[in-house]
């Protein structure tokens, strides 16, 4: 995908999307998003629109850590939650996603990935047909990493907080290891829509929270919380336990000690990880609907 195609590509999105500023229609020109009131939001050469201006980074999340996460999941320990989510929208795709007599058969459904990170599960499904992905993250880093490849997503530098998405547009909401605003999924959520959330199951990292407990403000880790907050706000569908150990390497643990929240307020050079040879990846994967 060339430079024109990276910029031209938004044209198939303007319709989803809102100025983030005063909430107006976009509409696409002159390679920029602009709203009603002329609020204008440049599309990067790179395949990416900035609707949230400049930014402080955020605390750990520079371009290391995307480069490493990036790295660590193109290795396979997070393939399994990957086939899951993408199991899942293909079978929402594939019937339309709502209630019988409901659906909009013909149309391309809209799957918002908030909080996507460097693009891991965008990527994938957006070669699922029948489905435009707009994949936002408040990291321009990410969406910078993100972007570094060919397919068709609108990667989009945003808060979740304040979803530059029009009202009631989106049919498929995806949030992976993300904080949620409810408030702005339920106003960009149509009705009768799926949320997919995905949160970190009990034993995450378990061998990786063991050498660095004695660092850690919290020695244990429930979902309980995160899921009962989910239920309060949609109807729960289903839910699956994704858990997979695999082997692990010194190289690629070093690159997971860079890729991991976990660790952000941890001394790494203290840890002693050379007891670990393998790492669990676990997570629940939560369905709603809206």
């Known amino acids: 995908m060339g430079k ?3 910029i031209d590509k938004f044209y198939d999105y ?8 005063c ?5 696409f020109h002159a390679g920029s998003l602009v709203c009603k009131k002329e609020h204008t939001f440049d599309i990067s050469a ?3 629109v900035n609707m949230l201006g400049a930014t402080k980074p955020l605390k750990g999340y520079d371009k290391q850590f995307f480069k490493s996460r990036s790295q660590f999941f193109a290795k396979g320990y997070y393939s399994h939650i990957l086939e899951a989510i993408v199991e ?6 594939g019937t339309g996603g709502f209630d019988a007599g409901d659906n909009n058969c013909g149309d391309e459904m809209v799957l918002v990935d ?10 994938a499904l957006s070669k699922i047909d029948g489905l435009q992905v707009v994949a936002l993250d408040i990291a321009s880093d990410a969406i910078a990493c993100a972007a570094k490849n060919p397919e068709n997503v609108a ?3 945003a808060d979740v907080t304040n979803i530059p998405i029009k009202d009631d547009t989106c049919d498929i909401l995806l949030d ?6 409810y408030k702005e999924f339920g106003r960009i959520l149509k009705k009768g829509g799926c949320i997919l959330k995905v949160i970190p199951g009990a034993n995450h990292l378990k061998e990786l929270r063991a050498a660095a407990c004695d660092q850690l403000k919290n020695k244990d880790y429930s979902n309980e919380d995160v899921s009962d907050y989910f239920s309060q706000h949609y109807d729960i569908i289903s839910q699956r336990a994704l858990t997979k150990t695999s082997p692990i390497d010194p190289e690629t643990l070093k690159t997971l000690t860079e890729m991991t929240p976990l660790l952000f307020d941890v001394d790494v050079s203290k840890l002693d990880l050379s007891g670990i040879s393998e790492i669990t990846v676990d997570a629940v994967l939560v369905i709603g609907r809206g």
């Open 176 to 181: 992976v290891f993300t904080p949620a605003s």
């Open 88 to 93: 899942e929208v293909e079978r929402i795709v």
């Open 114 to 123: 908030a909080g996507c990170g460097e693009g891991y599960y965008a990527r």
């Open 23 to 27: 909430g107006k229609k976009i509409r």
């Open 155 to 157: 990667w989009t530098i």
């Open 46 to 48: 790179k395949g990416y």
């Open 4 to 6: 024109t195609d990276k």
């Open 14 to 21: 303007k319709n989803l999307y809102k100025c983030p500023i």
